[in-house]
């Protein structure tokens, strides 16, 4: 079974520039999540989908961040603009049932 | 409101010793928990998960309990090895269709 797939693997990105970050879930997996993981920090969800539908954003800066996910699969996160204390790796999961399956996440460094 | 709490939050243990990771939680109505590994760098590993009707889980060296009454899980780690070098993330699940709450992890160095 392939795992969750996320690109890029980096970036870098200055100040109030916009950024994209992509992610595709394993195969059947209905339910995606984006976390925020801040160095020396656990993840903290930003947002939670069930296909393509929302159900958890209330830790997503709505000013800023926005997501979306195509057909039920892919997703995609995106920050515009760009803040210093964005950075972070940002962390993509699908589940099916009980467990996890956690992307190699994309680590983003705002400058 | 979910709060999940781990102690230490960075450990150092010589090879071979037998250690053990606590990881506390406020809310006890949990669906299960699942411990993870994280190396630098990279993603989340899912190395045991316990349902809420469950007490321990092992896989090899490593053994995690659950007192839900209490609000606790340990994660422990047998006959420990540099190999297992990395951080260990505590996450709790609230309900079927919830997000995962995660402690702050330990971080652990096991020197040869």
């Known amino acids: 079974e392939a795992g969750v797939a996320q690109s890029p693997r980096y970036k870098i990105i200055e100040k109030r520039q916009s950024v994209a970050f992509w992610c595709n879930p394993i195969s059947g997996h209905a339910t995606l999540y984006w976390y925020q993981q801040i160095l020396g920090q656990g993840p903290k969800l930003l947002i939670q989908f069930q296909n393509n539908g929302v159900v958890d954003d209330s830790q997503l800066p709505k000013d800023r961040f926005s997501a979306e996910r195509l057909k039920g699969v892919d997703s995609t996160l995106k920050i515009q603009p760009a803040k210093l204390e964005d950075s972070a790796v940002y962390l993509c999961?699908?589940?099916?049932?009980?467990?996890?399956?956690f992307g190699s996440g994309t680590r983003l460094t705002v400058v | 409101k979910q709060e999940v709490t781990q102690i230490p939050a960075a450990l150092s243990v010589p090879e071979g010793e037998n250690l053990v990771l606590n990881c506390s939680f406020t809310?006890?109505?949990?669906?299960?928990l699942q411990w993870f590994r994280q190396d630098p760098g990279k993603g989340l590993t899912s190395l045991l998960l316990?349902?809420?009707?469950?007490r321990e889980q092992t896989s090899g060296r490593l053994n995690a309990s659950l007192d839900k009454s209490s609000g606790r899980s340990t994660l422990y780690i047998a006959a420990s090895q540099p190999g297992d070098s990395a951080t260990y993330l505590c996450a709790v699940r609230n309900n079927a269709g919830n997000m995962l709450t995660f402690g702050g992890g330990t971080r652990l160095m096991v020197k040869p």
């Open positions: 999961a699908s589940s099916l049932n009980y467990g996890y399956t």
């Open positions: 316990i349902q809420s009707s469950q």
């Open positions: 809310d006890s109505a949990i669906y299960n």
